[in-house]
């Protein structure tokens, strides 16, 4: 089978936005917050979001089953407070949660946080909690940069994360590093922040040893990883000069990639450079980039077509398209098994 680990809910029914739209307009005035409540979306209105978007294109496409967590940059968790990140996370894991009760066989939850800039990361454990415990929450996605582009956090392997790491190992799930909008006019949302989050978050995992006290700890860096595959040889050397062992051992038992890469050359190089099984199927589709390339004819992220046209062993393509991602989500291999699949 073809697992995608990585999608997102972009085609959320219109009443979700408006709901944020008043909870946002609501800020300085408390009293005029919608409620929880007020957010009414039928299953037929999930239905129709998903077949005629997510579920059309993964027929299409042949991907059997998406990781699927709300839209990354609706997180948005510079927005208001924790209170208001908490609403929000709960309403969207809410929602996809029913869009994988809906669709078992075709969508796994994946959970967002309830971060907020300044904030302790602990206050997002009762929310993981519950998606794990009463959503089945499979993943979940972890913003390094909360701030929305001005990268006020201190670093992923500072000790005031350790709280959310240590529920991440006790119920042994992994988490997606992914950033969510820009407000840092610097730094276009998908075309350099999430970029820069991706390089910048394995360079962060490099300076320090994080997994020498989480050693069952894994972390996906979506996107192909930033710049690192292409920078290889850079950040080896940096791990030298840090006096850090080999990547291999310092990070790839740990670390992981997938391919959301949009072009041949880009597939090509990121197989070539990181070993295959440290690379996890992945489309993020319907997201940041939805056109027809000119130059293929296909769409830009059919992410199928780049890697089964990549010179790669057949079981390194297994690998990449079920077998690593049911290796790294042993609680997706769960369901899958419980699917008999």
């Not at 913003?143 to 350790?162: F, V």
């Not at 997938?258 to 072009?263: A, P, Q």
Request: overall charge negative; some cysteine; hydrophobic content about 40%.
């Amino acid at each position: 089978m073809i697992i995608d680990c990585h999608g997102h809910y972009t085609t959320a029914p219109p009443a979700l936005g408006a709901w944020r739209d008043r909870q946002v307009a609501a800020l300085g005035d408390p009293s005029a917050a919608p409620a929880r409540t007020d957010l009414s979306i039928g299953d037929d209105e999930l239905r129709e979001s998903i077949e005629s978007n997510q579920l059309r294109l993964m027929d299409e496409r042949g991907i059997d089953l998406t990781i699927f967590s709300p839209r990354a940059s609706f997180m948005a968790h510079h927005v208001g407070g924790f209170e208001t990140s908490a609403e929000w996370a709960a309403i969207c894991n809410e929602l996809c949660h029913r869009v994988s009760r809906l669709y078992p066989e075709r969508f796994a939850m994946a959970a967002m946080l309830p971060q907020s800039p300044g904030v302790d990361p602990a206050t997002c454990v009762p929310e993981l909690t519950r998606c794990v415990e009463e959503f089945g929450a499979v993943a979940l996605n972890l913003n390094p940069d909360p701030s929305g582009g001005h990268w006020t956090a201190p670093p992923l392997t500072d000790r005031s994360w350790y709280p959310l790491y240590e529920k991440m190992a006790e119920y042994d799930v992994p988490a997606m590093i992914h950033v969510s909008t820009s407000v840092n006019p610097a730094f276009h949302t998908t075309g350099a922040h999430y970029l820069n989050a991706d390089t910048t978050a394995f360079m962060q995992l490099i300076q320090g040893d994080l997994f020498a006290n989480f050693p069952t700890l894994r972390f996906v860096i979506p996107h192909g990883g930033g710049a690192v595959p292409y920078h290889w040889g850079r950040f080896r050397g940096l791990a030298m000069a840090l006096g850090k062992p080999p990547l291999e051992e310092h990070l790839l038992n740990n670390v992981y990639f997938d391919t959301c890469v949009y072009h041949q050359p880009g597939m090509d190089l990121l197989l070539d450079v990181v070993p295959a099984k440290n690379v996890l199927f992945a489309s993020e589709m319907i997201g940041a980039v939805r056109d027809i390339d000119p130059c293929t004819g296909n769409y830009f992220d059919d992410t199928r077509r780049y890697t089964e046209a990549a010179r790669i062993p057949a079981d390194d393509l297994a690998a990449i398209q079920e077998h690593n991602t049911r290796a790294v989500y042993p609680r997706l291999d769960s369901l899958l098994k419980n699917q008999g699949r």
